[in-house]
């Protein structure tokens, strides 16, 4: 093999299988959750089981949203502690190993509610069992981001591995959704719930085959409010995290978009969306090709927000789309690739940008804080995928049938324009590389 052989598929190789792996194993765990636990709970009657209805649809969705705001108030708690403790066996490792009993029990449990509950039980014991999953999912999420930027040290490293995370996740969602229903249509939700946990429990304890290596921190740490505020009036970190809170946005509008694209601009049935899902998740692994050979060339600052730049100005276009060609499919599936390939930057090139951050901050303060600013990301991008939710929710009550579509392309609209808001936001962060 030639040498510029070797070097064009060099940014191909996989360096740690057994990290990334981890992710893979995450989003097909959390995208079986989101595929099936409504339906678990409030399957309509008849249905193909016989189950009963345990508790309305809008009391699950409430369920959810509690829990996940319950969970997300942990995530800075968690990076704190994993950011000051220390052990020969590392400091992610020990934590990561304990959220797989949380994450996986918890999993098991919501799809295995016990029988003859009234109501009002079993929206507790929803809420509960949510709970000690979102806890172990981000018990799970914190120190394994945080390990990130001591496993790559070099910009392109980082580039290159969050780049493989991205497209791992992606794949590991993918397959999530797919299995999930299959699994409960051969199993019921007891052998769905029991193989999912069996792949999940593998695929998320395979991080802890990659050796960490970590020394205790000299000098005193400082405590969480300090720890804290540290990581808030640090002006880069501000600008990056506003950014992110209006990319998360603009995804939780995407992620729930299609459905009513189809049935009220595309005009037909919802099963396409199936279609169109697959379309926007082929687009961004198409994209993920292109993320690494231009942040490297030039920096990842200004592939982001040209990125943001792409999806806003598409969801701009597929808002106008009803004027141009009406339900004509074709338009609608070219517009749909374009508009989605620059999604990949949205999944692969936050984390290496937030492991440029700590270290700068490293270099500013003594002393390296990873999991503290991945901790206080995950609780604001929390917040912000539930207001991304809300936002669409509200917006599609301005209509999302054939009839009366103005609600989905004002959802449209309105993800172009905080995308769009996003790249302006952007503009003064000072990491270059």
């Known amino acids: 093999m030639t040498s510029s052989t070797s070097s064009k598929w060099q940014h191909l190789r996989i360096d740690y299988l057994p990290y990334i792996t981890g992710w893979f194993g995450n989003f097909i765990v959390n ?16 249905n193909d089981y016989n189950l009963s209805i345990l508790l309305p649809s809008a ?4 369920a959810i949203m509690i829990s996940r705001i319950a969970g997300a108030f942990v995530q800075p708690v968690i990076g704190y502690f994993s950011d000051r403790f220390w052990s020969p066996w590392g400091k992610r490792r020990p934590f990561i190993l304990a959220s797989l009993l949380p994450l996986i029990g918890g999993f098991i449990l919501l799809f295995n509610p016990p029988n003859n509950l009234n109501q009002t039980t079993y929206f507790i014991y929803l809420v509960t069992m949510l709970w000690v999953f979102y806890v172990g999912m981000a018990s799970y999420h914190v120190p394994y981001l945080a390990w990130l930027p001591t496993l790559a040290k070099s910009p392109e490293g980082r580039v290159k591995l969050s780049t493989q995370i991205g497209i791992f996740g992606l794949i590991g969602a993918t397959i999530g959704g797919i299995i999930a229903p299959w699994l409960t249509d051969s199993y019921g939700f007891q052998g769905m719930g029991i193989a999912i946990s069996l792949i999940g429990v593998i695929t998320l304890a395979m991080p802890l085959l990659e050796k960490e290596e970590y020394s205790p921190s000299k000098g005193k740490y ?39 694209l189809v049935i009220a601009l595309l005009k037909r049935e919802v099963s396409f969306a199936a279609v169109i899902n697959t379309i926007i998740v082929g687009s961004a692994l198409a994209g993920f090709t292109l993320v690494l050979p231009l942040a490297q060339k030039y920096g990842k600052k200004l592939v982001f927000q ?45 984390n290496a940008m ?73 503009r003064p962060y000072a990491i270059k590389k």
Not at 38 to 43: K, N, S, V
């Open 354 to 426: 937030l492991s440029d951050i700590i270290d700068q901050d490293a270099e500013q303060q003594g002393m390296g804080r990873e999991a503290i600013f991945f901790g206080t990301r995950g609780l604001l991008i929390q917040f912000s995928q539930g207001a991304g939710s809300f936002l669409t929710g509200l917006i599609l009550s301005f209509g999302k049938t054939p009839d009366n579509p103005w609600g989905v392309q004002i959802a449209f609209l309105s993800a172009g324009i905080l995308s769009l808001a996003a790249a302006f936001v952007l």
């Open 306 to 350: 040209g990125s943001l730049i792409w999806v806003g100005l598409g969801m701009i276009a597929m808002a106008c789309g009803r004027f141009w060609w009406q339900d004509s499919l074709i338009p609608w599936l070219i517009l749909s690739i374009i508009a989605n390939l620059a999604l990949a930057s949205f999944f692969s090139l936050p």
């Open 59 to 62: 009391l699950v969705g409430i």
């Open 31 to 46: 995208n079986a959750l989101l595929t099936m636990l409504i339906y678990r709970y409030d399957p309509g009657i008849p």
């Open 222 to 260: 400082p405590n969480f409010k300090t720890t804290l505020t540290a990581a808030f009036t640090n002006r880069t970190f501000c600008i990056y995290m506003i950014t992110m809170i209006l990319a998360w946005m603009v995804i939780s509008i995407i992620s729930v978009i299609p459905t009513f």
